[in-house]
């Protein structure tokens, strides 16, 4: 499976700089959905897959039955997911103000904001 | 000796305060320091000659193998008196000329960390120590040469020579460096031992070109002379101390350092040889051009430095004897001239020898000593600088190779010297009293003392020359020369060649100087030597620099995230991939140890279908519900390879995102066709060899276990110290609890954006 994934994250990321390098404001934002989500997958691929092994303890034992995948870079991907939606979120919000304040949505005609 | 070379900085840092509050009497106060290091020095003298060299350690970095380590040997001690004692009387003088200046406590702060700058310089042992010393002096330097801040000149001045010498220490640090790696240590005293080691080095050629290059700037040698002349915008103390005995003769002082270990080749030899004799030759010629009474000493001494360059490639026992004798004798004449010059500037209130007359009677002390000095400078019996000028002619007649070359340049040079020590002694002071700016009359004492003292030092190691060749001449250049040298100076040396060539080059010289003033017009018809002088190309390549700055600032800095983005990702991807495939082996695996179902397929089908309709979609709500789709499948990739936690978040997250983007994008315009095919191509072609190459870097990665996972021990604590059984939760809130309490701060700080946001758009609303 990992070389499917390895595929599946150059194609996420081949798509977030495509969508990162065009001139519409929206799009640079799904590009950052896009990054972020191929970031994520590509620390998971690479930690290692396994199948059927979560990192959970059962009652009574000390350790996972039968192996286990590995947690650390999965707590790493939790904060990761949800940093970005913070992230995200903020970006969002200020497109959208953005929009409202220069009534414009191509980045090339907002270059004169900053004056 | 550590206490001797910081007494220095650590004055400097007092100084302002002393001399505040010291007021008008602080120079000679002041001038105590460089007296007392003078008798210190003085005092290894009998242990130079005993011995030959000192070595005194002290540990600095241990670490780096850096140890402070000082070498006191007849060159270092040397270079050590002239600075110390001359510095002496240049602190006493400074007080005098600078008296009742406002930044004269400054000047004095600066004026102790060059000293001390320069006395480190000479006298360390380590390479690297020896550069942090050299580059001081540099930085020193640029505050005094503009020590007049508020005059552009003074600062134009001040940059261009700190940037000639700066970059010139740049090629030195490299050199010093290979020296280092070649010989195996930073420690002169050890490279010099054995300087086979480094004639033998392959890079040999490269090393000295680097050396040199360092050296050249510093002491300024053709094509790099053009800044010392400029350097005479500082306050005429400054001149007469960095130009005579120390600042511009830090780069004689390390080819004359080096000279044993490096030495000895042609390079050596040709390169040196010819690029003094030059630089000897044009500093005589344009000091018979100049009329500024500080011009005409500035460009002596690139005559000077360009003879010490020459003797030191020569490298014959005679010619390392003249070359010692000469810096001796050049320190003290020349930094008496200085002072003269200064005095005559100050008190009136030009500089120009022309507007100078008939001074003798108003300032006859002044007269005596610029006579005594000059005669040095001229080489004229029986003062110092006779002995020191017959040396050389003898050495150029000697010398393997350039012989024919040396001599006829030193002879021409030794020609006009003549005749400008004639103006510098006779114009100002014969003749009718001119009018001048300000109403002239003797200096004080305080600008007296130094140069009446070294102009009779000169004259008395002229008649009395066995005392300076055997206190300091004689180790000296047995440091340089690398072996002992039996050193005997005398005033007559019977009647030979050199002999005859003085006597040439005086009798040309009077007749040079009663054309003086017809020689001046002559030049001055002939501008073009202004128009194509180095100093020219100086120009150029700063306003090249300039050219190129304001370019590639805006190429780079152009204002389009797309144009960054582009150049970042082309970067990587260039770099990266270059370094994958030709640097490292380029191998990749495709081996698959967990193998695919059908579904999972299918999710990574679903995934990469989402990525491409979102990105070629030009529905808004398109691409919002194929990214939904996107986010969706990854959080069944999660849940089908054992994180469930991360499916769980996922899916809240996706979930959200969908209805923000809904919610909040809605609002905005259609998306627009804002760019052409061909742009979109480019673009694409850029995306896609990024993916590519993270797809080629994850096969590459696939199954490469470097070190155990840290994990392990996560998962053994998870139950008997936290107390959990879920070990993601466990670390998230345990092991990591502080990183996770960052995290709800910064989600928290998005938060309060986004209100803050929502909150102005309805305030705007109601107005």
Known sequence: MESVMAVVVGALFAASVYMMLRRSLVKLVIGLILLSNAANLLIFTVSGLTRGKPPLIPEGMDLPAGGWADPLPQALILTAIVIGFGVLAFAVVLIRRAYEVVGEDDLDKMRSTDL | ?767
Request: net charge negative; hydrophobic share 55%.
């Open chain 2, 1 to 767: 000796m550590l206490i001797a070379v910081l007494s220095g900085f650590i004055l400097a840092a007092f100084a302002p305060w002393l001399a505040r509050s010291v007021g008008d009497k602080a120079g000679w106060m002041l001038s105590l320091l460089p007296a007392g290091l003078f008798v210190y020095f003085l005092g290894f003298i009998p242990a130079v000659i005993e011995d030959g060299a000192l070595v005194i350690h002290y540990t600095w970095i241990p670490g780096l193998d850096i140890s402070l380590n000082f070498l006191v040997d007849g060159l270092s001690l040397l270079f050590a008196l002239l600075i110390s004692g001359i510095g002496t009387f240049i602190i006493i003088y400074a007080g005098g000329y600078l008296h009742g200046h406002p930044h004269l406590p400054r000047f004095y702060a600066i004026m102790f960390g060059f000293m001390a700058s320069m006395i480190g310089l000479v006298l360390s042992d380590n390479l690297i120590t020896l550069f942090v010393f050299w580059e001081l002096t540099s930085i020193t330097s640029y505050l005094l040469i503009g020590f007049d801040h508020e005059n552009k000149h003074a600062r134009w001045c001040a940059l261009q020579g700190l940037l000639v010498t700066v970059a010139g220490g740049l090629a030195l640090l490299a050199g010093l460096v290979m020296i280092g790696l070649a010989a195996g240590s930073f420690e002169l005293s050890e490279i010099l031992a054995d300087g086979d080691v480094l004639r033998e080095y392959p890079l040999y050629t490269a090393m000295v070109l680097l050396v040199l290059a360092g050296c050249f700037t510093k002491s300024a040698q053709v094509p790099f002379h053009f800044w010392l002349p400029n350097a005479m915008a500082a306050p005429t103390p400054v001149s007469a101390f960095l130009h005579s005995a120390t600042m511009v003769k830090a780069g004689v002082y390390l080819l004359a350092r080096l000279n044993p270990g490096l030495g000895g080749t042609d390079l050596w030899l040709y390169g040196l040889g010819i690029v003094g004799a030059l630089t000897m030759f044009t500093g005589s010629f344009m000091a018979l051009r100049s009329t500024g009474i500080k011009a005409v000493l500035a460009y002596t001494t690139v005559m000077a430095l360009g003879t010490l360059t020459m003797l030191i490639g020569i490298g014959t026992e005679l010619a390392i004897t003249a070359a010692m004798t000469f810096l001796l004798a050049h320190a003290l004449y020349k930094a008496s001239l200085f002072m003269l010059a200064g005095a005559l500037d100050h008190e009136t209130g030009t500089k120009d020898i022309l507007e100078m007359g008939g001074l003798r009677r108003l300032m006859p002390i002044t007269f005596v000593t610029a006579c005594v000095a000059a005669l040095s400078l001229a080489g004229l019996p029986p003062l110092f600088g006779f002995i020191a000028k017959e040396l050389m002619f003898e050495a150029s007649l000697q010398a393997p190779g350039i012989a024919f070359f040396a001599t006829v340049l030193a002879v021409a040079s030794a020609i006009m010297i003549v005749a400008m020590a004639a103006v510098f002694a006779t114009r100002p002071f014969l003749g009718d009293l001119k009018k001048t700016p300000k109403h002239p009359h003797e200096a004080p004492l305080s600008m007296l003392i130094g140069p009446v003292t070294l102009a009779a030092l000169g004259l008395l190691f002229g008649v009395a020359a066995f005392i300076p060749a055997a206190a300091i001449v004689g180790s000296s250049v047995a440091a340089v020369y690398g072996a002992p040298v039996e050193v005997e100076l005398y005033l007559w040396h019977g009647i030979n060649l050199p002999l005859m060539l003085s006597i040439l080059a005086v009798v040309a010289g009077v007749v040079l100087y009663r054309q003086w003033d017809r020689v001046l017009a002559m030049f001055e018809r002939m501008t073009f030597i202004d128009r194509f002088g180095p100093e020219r190309g100086y120009e150029h390549v700063m306003r090249g620099l300039d050219w190129i700055a304001a370019w590639q600032t805006g190429v780079l800095q152009n204002g389009y995230l797309r144009n960054y983005l582009t150049t970042i990702v082309l970067s990587t991807v260039v770099v990266t991939g270059w370094t994958f495939f030709f640097r490292a082996d380029g191998a990749i695996s495709l081996e698959d140890e967990t193998g695919f179902t059908f579904y999972e397929l299918g999710v990574a089908a679903l995934v990469v279908m989402g990525a491409v309709v979102a990105s070629v979609t030009s529905s808004r709500l398109g691409a919002v519900a194929t990214l939904g789709m996107v986010g969706f499948g990854i959080a069944l990739i999660y849940v089908l390879f054992s994180a469930p936690d991360l499916g769980i978040t996922q899916i809240m997250v996706e979930t959200l995102t969908v209805i923000l983007l809904v919610l909040v994008l809605y609002r905005l315009p259609d998306f627009l066709n804002l760019s052409n095919p061909v742009v979109r191509m480019r673009d694409a072609a850029v995306a896609v060899s990024l993916g590519g190459l993270m797809t080629v870097l994850i096969l590459a990665v696939n199954g490469v276990t470097v070190n155990d996972p840290i994990s392990d021990q996560l998962v053994a604590w998870s139950v008997p110290e936290a107390h959990g059984r879920n070990i993601v939760n466990v670390i998230l809130v345990d092991f990591r609890a502080l990183d996770t309490l960052g995290e709800i701060f910064v989600v928290g700080l998005a938060a309060a954006g986004v209100y803050a946001m929502i909150r102005f758009r309805a305030e705007d609303k109601q107005k």
